[in-house]
């Protein structure tokens, strides 16, 4: 028998009660217990017995251990979501597409002069993050700074975020070295970086798409957690 929203709510408070966490796992916690009234309760008024079964079942060691499955299994769903839309960007024709440029880049600094290309190809990146910064990505931005309750999901994505901007850190820094001419010792990276740097713009893009899909579902199924 489903809940009233009122019985809900008592649950729910329970839940907040019982320790701090992330809002999504608090969540889940909720659920699983009201979950257990449910399956349990045949009429209205075995609520309150039920209610106050669930405070000696559920002890600090057992909710301990559920909080520890629903963050595994938050987590492991996350893992799984980002990893099919990031092979589902990766399409053929855009890999394709990549090596073909890649194969054109190397051409390029076979026939002519690096100095001259370098930069200008090196650049591309960070347009394609100023325009990431300033167009979608201001979305996933937005959702950050409204967020008012901690969640474990996007601390996660954050996570991956951080290991995803690193290609572009270092592009950025080969940049800078182009610019301010530091590149003596240098030429062998520089020169597989610009060889590289089509199929990284491609993992950028995949990514930056992934990552503000991956802010807007969360929002979605958590919408209390944001201002």
């Not at 449910?38 to 559920?58: G, H, P, V």
Request: one cysteine or more.
């Amino acid at each position: 028998m489903q809940l009233t929203s009122e019985q809900y709510q008592l649950v729910s408070q329970y839940c907040k009660k019982s320790g701090k966490y992330f809002y999504d796992v608090e969540i889940e916690l909720t659920d699983h217990m009201v979950n257990y009234i449910e399956d349990r309760m045949n009429d209205s008024t075995e609520f309150n017995y039920l209610f106050e079964q669930i405070k000696t079942q559920f002890n600090k060691v057992t909710i301990h251990q559920i909080i520890q499955e629903k963050s595994k299994a938050i987590e492991q769903q996350l893992k799984q979501q980002l990893t099919k839309e990031l092979f589902q960007y990766l399409s053929f024709p855009k890999i394709a597409l990549s090596l073909l440029l890649v194969a054109g880049v190397i051409w390029l600094d076979q026939n002519k002069n690096i100095d001259k290309i370098a930069g200008t190809f090196i650049h591309i990146l960070n347009l394609l993050n100023l325009t990431y910064s300033f167009g979608k990505g201001k979305t996933a931005n937005d959702n950050i700074r409204e967020k008012t309750k901690s969640l474990l999901s996007m601390k996660i994505i954050r996570a991956y975020h951080l290991i995803f901007i690193l290609p572009t850190i270092f592009y950025l820094l080969i940049s800078l070295g182009i610019v301010f001419e530091i590149t003596n010792g240098n030429q062998l990276i520089n020169q597989l970086a610009l060889y590289l740097l089509p199929v990284v713009i491609l993992f950028n893009l995949a990514w930056q798409q992934v990552y503000i899909n991956a802010q807007l579902k969360i929002r979605q199924s958590y919408p209390n957690a944001f201002a």
